[in-house]
């Protein structure tokens, strides 16, 4: 079981100020980022971390369910409070930014991020974020930034999704979970701040450092079409782009598959 006061230590001095006492941990919960929407509605804080060693019902993007094993992997939620006026496309791209930039530290292994926030390492998934929205009673917008990271799946579930990694399969038997969560926290909130006061422009430019299907024949999925094309990295407002027959198509939602794999 993680180790809550080892985690707040891990924090720099201001951080663990603001979510010190704000930190939850339970062995067993239906869904991390279910617990801090509900709690969304009637916290009176702006901020809040739920982290679970398993879960009964976690979900992944798209209703589709997150394998979710006890053991070590990391189910973990940030609750932020954003104003109603800020639009949340670069949020989204930068928390997977912030997450790969973490694992690529901590495990120097080549992350990269899969349009709008998957992670990938060697073509499978590693890492997946679902980001949602709640709205409280008095009107006040919360974001929602969850996070399952793969750190040892059980093989029979690494049978079960060919498409599926984890750190353990690359050779990482020991992995400080505790510093992980520090630094998640730590860089989310740090970078959400300032993606909601100057925008995410600065990050747009990172984003081809990251970006996994720059250049890559890809199938893109919408609600009623299919699609196939060459990645050309994001617009300024976090859309997908996509060169098809000599012209360019953007996408602000879809589901996205590398056409080689
Ligand atoms: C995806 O890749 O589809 C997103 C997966 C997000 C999974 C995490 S685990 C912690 C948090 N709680 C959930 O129920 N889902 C997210």
Redesign the pocket.
Known sequence: MLKLDRIVKLLPAQIAEKYAEQIELFAELD????YLLNSAKTTTVATGVCIAET?TA????NN?K?Q?PPGSNL???QLIQVPQKNTLNGVTLVSGIILCQILREMTELPCLVKWPN?LYIANKKIA???TEVAVDPKGQRFLVI???VNIALPQSILAELPSATDLASHGLIEFDRELLVAKLISNIDQSISSVLQDGWLSYHQLWQQYDLLLDQSIFVKTANQSYQGIAKGVTPEGYLQVEMNGEIKQFSAAEVSISTL
């Open positions: 869904s991390t980022n279910e879960q976690g979900r992944g993007r589709k997150w979710s189910y973990f939620s998957d997946g974020i679902l969850g996070i399952g």
